[in-house]
């Protein structure tokens, strides 16, 4: 593996062991510098509860970190319903703000495709951002770069912005602002560089 992929690969391990759980004292002190935060240990604590407010419980500061939440639409099939309540022309063509759709199915599938599987000690979805981060990181630790494109481009990409603009406006914890504010960062030049890669050629 060249060095340019390992270097993209570690980035993305880090970035999705930081959403897959409250990270502990000992990765808070490995990352202190990369995040311009001091005393971050020390307040491990507080990041866990802030992790679960924003990721893990449901209510008023819960930011979803699933791809189907912000791409898929729910829609309702009301052609053969009979009743006055439920009438086709009022039903809505599509609602957003669900997850497990279409998009959880499609990634778990690429996962298997591409010879990997889900973690069995990780409970949660398969277009969660910290599989799909890691799933790339996985894709560049192999050497297969336009694997990892093609799934930053039509997967990790369609998202992870929106996903990461809302991060970055709560104010519930400083820290995953800065989560934020730097794999936001890191995928715009992830996909910039992407994109004059596919010109170039």
Not at 151 to 156: A, G, M, S, Y
């Amino acid at each position: 593996m060249s060095t340019e992929f390992e270097g993209k690969s570690g980035v993305y391990f880090l970035f999705s062991r930081l959403f897959r759980e409250a990270p502990d004292p000992s990765l808070l002190n490995k990352i202190e510098s990369f995040f311009e935060a001091t005393d971050l240990a020390d307040k491990v604590e507080e990041i866990v509860v802030e992790y679960t407010s924003l990721f893990v419980a449901p209510g008023e500061y819960s930011i979803p970190p699933y791809e189907s939440f912000y791409c898929d639409a729910l829609t309702i099939d009301a052609s053969t319903a009979d009743s006055p309540y439920f009438q086709p022309l009022c039903m809505p063509t599509g609602m957003k703000g669900f997850i497990y759709g279409s998009s959880a199915r499609a990634v778990g599938k690429i996962y298997q495709e591409g010879g990997f599987e889900l973690d069995p000690n990780f409970h949660d979805l398969p277009d969660h951002i910290a599989c799909e981060l890691e799933f790339v990181g996985r894709l560049y630790e192999k050497g297969k770069r336009e694997a990892a494109r093609n799934f930053l481009k039509n997967h990790l990409g369609r998202w992870a912005f929106n996903f990461l603009n809302n991060l970055e406006k709560q104010d519930r914890s400083v820290f995953y602002q800065r989560v934020a504010k730097s794999l936001g960062n890191f995928l715009k030049f992830e996909c910039a560089s992407e994109s004059k890669f596919v010109k170039a050629f």
